[in-house]
């Protein structure tokens, strides 16, 4: 069964920086795109980026190009993102989820998501 | 990027109803469309892909339909356990971005 286990909540101070994971099981982890949504409180369904963990290819949405970074590593079936500095807007929901097996772009699997807070 | 515009925002239907949801591409994305159920406060569920492909183990009076810009969601019997935000999603082109919601609330 397939199943993305994210890491548990942060509560982080502004222009601190942070990783948060995703680890998938249950299937080839390296054959299907991860990418990364963002939820803030109260809104919609923010598509942030996507990456291969076949051979790290990554593409970002302009909106978060520069604000984040995802990265993968292999060896652990487990996808990343991360700040730099963190600013009190990042204050949200963030869900890995996974394409399909046709690699198609939509999401099949999600995971439980990461609730991020970043107050001073 | 392609705009993707819901409508409505929010509905109030009864139980029993037919439901309709419309997803508007700025674009031609062929059938690259996917719909999204998030009931409050748990993780969104894929619904439908490829604009009109049921996802494995989806009641079948979720329906969804459409080609080119114009893409509908249909509930054909609103039950009481629809109540959620509904998201569409394109797939043509990165960033495959979401609508920005409609949220189903029962009469």
């Known amino acids: 069964e397939v199943h993305l286990a994210q890491s548990g909540a942060e509560v982080k101070k502004p222009g601190e920086s942070l990783k948060i994971s995703c680890k998938g099981s249950g299937y080839s982890f390296t054959s299907s795109w991860i990418g990364w949504v963002r939820q803030m409180p109260g809104k919609g369904l923010e598509w942030m980026g996507i990456?291969?963990?076949?051979?790290?290819?990554?593409r970002y949405s302009p909106s978060f190009q520069g604000q984040v970074t995802i990265s993968v590593d292999q060896s652990i079936n487990t996808a990343y993102l991360q700040w730099s500095s963190l600013k009190a807007s990042d204050s949200a929901i963030y869900y890995c989820?996974?394409?399909?097996?046709?690699?198609?772009?939509?999401?099949?699997?999600w995971g439980q998501g990461t609730l991020v807070t970043v107050s001073s | 990027d392609i705009q993707m515009t819901q409508s409505p925002s929010s509905l109030s239907a009864s139980v029993g109803d037919r439901v309709t949801i419309t997803c508007r591409a700025s674009?031609?994305?062929?059938?690259?469309l996917a719909w999204y159920q998030q009931k409050p406060g748990k993780v969104p569920k894929l619904l439908i892909y490829a604009a009109s492909t049921l996802q494995s183990g989806v009641p079948s009076r979720f329906s969804g339909s459409g080609s080119g810009t114009d893409f509908t969601l249909t509930i054909s019997t609103l039950q009481p356990e629809d109540v959620a935000t509904y998201y569409c999603q394109e797939y043509n082109s990165a960033p495959y971005n979401f609508g920005q919601g409609t949220k189903l609330e029962i009469k």
């Open positions: 989820a996974r394409e399909g097996d046709d690699n198609w772009g939509y999401f099949d699997y």
């Open positions: 990456i291969y963990p076949g051979d790290s290819d990554t």
């Open positions: 674009q031609g994305i062929s059938n690259y």
